[in-house]
């Protein structure tokens, strides 16, 4: 009894703490590709303001090319940096068209390193210096990361960074088979498609994923979503970058199969909001060439006056096909400014060859600040690959699209933009200068701002203290802290 009552007070906190579960430590493995680690980071971010320990698990590759995330991210004490292998060459260009050697890599040399780490973080004593991690996010896509949560006991967030209405495609496969409308092998792209509940009446062949033109079920793109069918739906949540205003039916017809859905997009928006209203600083751009000197650049450019044209971050070009969009855009007459990235070209390449755009009316550069770029009031439009990062950037600053899907979800979220939420334009198939040109001209006309004002305005409400993004936010930090208690 005398000796409690004579316990100091350092004793009795370390005793507390004994006692006391440890913190919420979330793992977050993104696909190892630009824009998903991107648009995770801003998900690291705002648990981070959260509240929660998070870490975040890089390849030595996206490591490699993004070396700001350390310093960005030193404020935030409970963050920490790890990095994996994806057990490729380092030489080797890991852009769209190797996209099937990343994920077999993934699975064959990351996955069991993975779970040893995993097993290691997840252990009491872990490192003895950061609490265990007792939650993890990973990519649905990699399904892997849900079968080793699933088999260490612990609680599995899954999140997909690509746009919510492939992925209810993508969960609809299997009846596009049931009804006959899958596989095709006919030339004919603009048959309807009909079994895909929320989409009748829009859909066709030409807007489902390149891999469904296939014709072949043994195609290994096609077998990997198939996968993802069974996975998702088995973890314990969905995080979605999206809003509820935009994409509210299909939204619905995702809960039938993952009834814990959390939509908390635009995610990079939503970082901006909170930073704003608490530390008055911005969410920051990672990757390491990016330059600058096109926001100067913009600064003299009338307001509207330029075309935003970027492909994102792995999509490969052929010659021919940038020189139809060159001579489009020049033959526009408008301003444009343009991202050709130093392995934008099939084969590698990039834009030297264009590089004395600088002079005239167009500014070309290797990597762009995009969300200021899009933000500008110099630019008036974008022409996109319609990946879902910049679809979701561009809905937000009100900007119209034109747009030129390549492959995954951007045949479907060019659909979207164009026939269902009348953003802008949607011009995939087509690729010479004459339509590039007319469409260009078009964009940049005052035709789309109506709705593109409107829905940008949705998608800021929907971040704000009560949106339906941040009600979101605030029950997936509330949920993960209940997890980890459990957990422990
Ligand atoms: C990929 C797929 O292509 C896409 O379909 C899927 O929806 C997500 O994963 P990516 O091709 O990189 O992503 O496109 P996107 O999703 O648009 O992401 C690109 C990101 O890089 C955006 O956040 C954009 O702001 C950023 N970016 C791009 C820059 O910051 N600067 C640039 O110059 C180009």
Request: hydrophobic share 35%.
């Amino acid at each position: 009894m005398k000796a409690i009552e004579e316990e100091t007070d350092t004793e009795m906190e370390q005793k507390e703490s004994r006692l006391s579960p440890p913190p919420p430590h979330v793992l977050i493995f993104p696909l190892p590709l630009q824009g998903p680690v991107n648009s995770l980071l801003k998900l690291a971010e705002l648990l981070c303001i959260g509240g929660l320990h998070v870490t975040f698990l890089v390849t030595d590759h996206i490591n490699r090319r993004n070396s700001k995330i350390h310093s960005h991210f030193s404020r935030y004490p409970g963050f920490y940096l790890d990095t994996i292998s994806d057990g490729l060459p380092e030489d080797h260009p890991r852009t769209a068209d190797t996209f099937m050697e990343i994920f077999d890599s993934l699975e064959n040399t990351t996955k069991p390193l993975f779970k040893e780490m995993l097993r290691r973080k997840s252990t009491d004593d872990y490192e003895h210096v950061r609490p265990p991690v007792n939650c993890v996010i990973g990519d649905g896509i990699l399904g892997f990361t849900i079968e080793v949560a699933r088999e260490l006991g612990i609680p599995i967030i899954c999140t997909r960074t690509i746009s919510p209405c492939f992925l209810w495609l993508v969960f609809c496969l299997p009846k596009l088979f049931e009804a006959g409308e899958l596989p095709f092998d006919d030339d004919d792209l603009d048959v309807p498609i009909k079994s895909v509940p929320g989409m009748e009446g829009f859909l066709r062949r030409r807007d489902l994923p390149s891999f469904c033109r296939a014709g072949d079920l043994t195609d290994p793109n096609l077998r990997l979503y198939l996968s993802e069918i069974n996975l998702s739906p088995r973890a314990d949540g969905l995080i979605l970058n999206s809003f509820e205003e935009l994409e509210g039916p299909l939204l619905s017809h995702i809960r039938t199969l993952c009834p814990n859905l959390y939509t908390i997009g635009p995610l990079h928006a939503h970082l901006n909001y909170k930073l704003s209203t608490e530390t008055s600083s911005r969410s920051s751009n990672f990757r390491d060439e990016e330059d600058r000197s096109c926001l100067s650049w913009l600064n003299a450019q009338p307001e509207k006056s330029v075309i935003y044209v970027s492909f994102g971050s792995i999509v490969v070009l052929t010659i021919e096909q940038m020189t139809e969009f060159r001579q489009g855009l020049v033959n526009s007459g408008h301003r444009f400014l343009w991202v050709i990235r130093d392995d934008a070209i099939t084969g590698g390449g990039g834009g030297g060859w264009l590089r004395e755009e600088k002079s005239s009316r167009g500014y070309i550069v290797g990597w762009a600040p995009q969300e200021e770029v899009l933000s500008h009031p110099s630019v008036g439009g974008f022409l996109t690959h319609s990946g879902w990062n910049s679809t979701l950037e561009s809905i937000y600053e009100g900007k119209p699209m034109l747009c030129w899907p390549y492959f995954v979800d951007q045949q479907l979220n060019s659909r979207f933009v164009g026939e269902v939420w009348k953003l802008g334009l949607d011009m995939k198939d087509t690729r010479d200068r004459f339509q590039v040109e007319k469409m260009v001209r078009e964009i940049m006309s005052d035709k789309f701002n109506r709705c593109s004002d409107q829905m940008a305005r949705l998608a800021r409400q929907s971040i704000e203290e009560d949106g339906s993004s941040s009600r979101d936010l605030n029950r997936l930090i509330q949920d993960i802290k209940a997890m980890t208690i459990n957990h422990n």
